[in-house]
């Protein structure tokens, strides 16, 4: 297949692509830039490369593609408060005008890079579903991802096949690592200080997910029949896959032994905490969808990153692998207009 890959030089693209590359596919990359010279190792090399802002997208862009995976978006809380129009304009309308080009040019299936977000803050005492739990985006960020799901939902036909992914948190090893993402963050802060320092009490639920299992998961959704994945979200995680803040700092500590790890508690609970159901997945595509990756292996994974590439504590805490950091370089230095438009 001709896949066209939104976001393809972001976090998870190029771990994506190239797991699509290895299963025979052919992969167009559609990404306006934003973290070039930010990589910590050479990306694969894809059949065809195309720079471009998603909000730019026509039809043309879209001859013979297949299947999109629209990946690309302000990619979580921060960026998206950081600018809530912008968020809109990029997250929600980028979107449905990506997906109206890919309908109108023949594009056979559709998938859609949502969030666990939407759900906002849950009572723990159970697991949230994709079709029967509440739901209550709080940021611009949540709100645009729920939005765009119900848009997109209804954009889906016979010949148009729609499914919205909601993965948890992610973590593992990519070319464009992000450090501003809960596990990663820990791992690195242990890495490359000796020292983890947890400002709650650590009693937050978590659910988190490799980045690629994560790829995994758009992949089964490409290699499953259409009745089973069509006009279908899912959560995307693994069996037993919720986390206390406490359990990934545990596993930061065993991934660089050695380290201290401190509670200061200074924050006190966080209401951020949510318990998330993998059932559906787990179960309607047990025959496509396969994870592989725990915290520990994906622990060892990551040092073995760190050390490869020489990861320092600026690279960890700096724009190389902090998305914000990055954008507010860009716009400071002018090279990206206020509406992060390249100037």
């Given at each position: 297949m001709n896949i066209l890959v939104t976001g393809n030089k972001g976090y998870?693209?190029?771990?994506?692509?190239?797991?699509?590359?290895r299963k025979g596919h052919d992969i167009i990359g559609y990404d306006t830039d934003y973290y070039d010279g930010c990589e910590l190792y050479p990306y694969p090399q894809i059949a065809r490369q195309i720079r471009k802002d998603i909000r730019e997208v026509t039809k043309e862009d879209m001859a013979g593609?297949?299947?999109?995976?629209?990946?690309?978006?302000?990619?979580n809380d921060p960026l998206g408060e950081l600018n809530a129009g912008l968020?809109?304009?990029i997250n929600y309308r980028g979107a449905m005008q990506f997906a109206r080009c890919a309908k109108e040019a023949g594009v056979k299936r559709f998938l859609y890079a949502s969030s666990q977000s939407m759900y906002g803050i849950a009572d723990v005492s159970k697991e949230v579903e994709e079709d029967n739990s509440d739901k209550?985006?709080?940021?611009?960020?949540?709100?645009?991802?729920?939005?765009?799901?119900?848009?997109?939902?209804d954009m889906g036909s016979e010949n148009f096949v729609v499914t919205s992914l909601r993965p948890s948190t992610v973590f593992g090893a990519s070319p464009n690592l992000r450090c501003d993402i809960v596990f990663n963050n820990l791992v690195a802060c242990a890495h490359t200080t000796g020292r983890i320092e947890i400002k709650s009490d650590g009693t937050p639920w978590r659910p988190v997910i490799h980045v690629q299992d994560v790829s995994s998961a758009f992949i089964a959704c490409l290699d499953a029949p259409a009745e089973?994945?069509?006009?279908?979200a899912f959560n995307i995680g693994i069996e037993n896959?919720?986390?206390?803040?406490?359990?990934?700092a545990e596993a930061a500590q065993r991934a660089v032994p050695g380290c201290s790890l401190v509670f200061t508690g200074e924050h006190g609970p966080d209401s951020r905490t949510y318990k998330v159901s993998f059932k559906k997945i787990l179960t309607r595509l047990k025959d496509y969808y396969r994870p592989q990756w725990n915290l520990?292996?994906?622990?060892?994974?990551l040092v073995d990153l760190f050390r490869r590439v020489n990861l320092t504590e600026e690279d960890f805490r700096g724009r190389r692998c902090i998305r914000l950091r990055q954008i507010r370089y860009l716009l400071d230095a002018r090279k990206l207009g206020n509406d992060l438009h390249w100037v």
């Open positions: 998870i693209g190029p771990v994506l692509s190239e797991m699509l590359m593609v297949d299947a999109v995976i629209h990946l690309a978006g302000l990619s968020t809109e304009d209550n985006p709080i940021t611009a960020y949540a709100r645009t991802k729920w939005e765009a799901e119900c848009k997109l939902k089973l994945v069509a006009g279908e896959g919720n986390y206390t803040v406490r359990d990934l520990d292996r994906g622990g060892r994974e």
